[in-house]
């Protein structure tokens, strides 16, 4: 997705944050057949950051403190697989309207 890369850096701008990309798959290390592809790895913390777009019409999905849930499957699978603590998710809405989520 070419715009994984501006929702990254919106991230680290906003949230002071540095983030950096891991280009591998990752297997679980008791199940191999658990795999991960992340988009980055954030630097200092258990965590990753999962970047993600969205029309405007599925902004309602995203109010709050909503995370879609095929969206948080998602994310608890990688955390699973990387033994991660915790996952931010950054969304594009509409091209426009940027937000993130712990």
Excluded at 27 to 46: G, K, M, Q, T, W
Excluded at 74 to 98: E, R
Aim: net charge positive.
């Amino acid at each position: 997705n070419v715009l994984e890369e501006v929702v990254a850096k919106e991230f680290q701008e906003r949230t002071g944050k540095k983030v950096r990309r891991r280009n591998q798959v990752f297997e679980h290390s008791l199940h191999p057949f658990l795999r991960a592809n992340i988009d980055r790895e954030v630097v200092r913390e258990n965590a990753i950051l999962e970047c993600k777009t969205a029309n405007q019409f599925l902004a309602k999905e995203w109010a709050g403190d909503e995370v879609p849930l095929s969206y948080l499957c998602q994310v608890q699978h990688y955390m699973n697989v990387l033994n991660k603590d915790y996952c931010y998710i950054a969304v594009l809405i509409g091209g426009q309207k940027f937000i993130w989520k712990r």
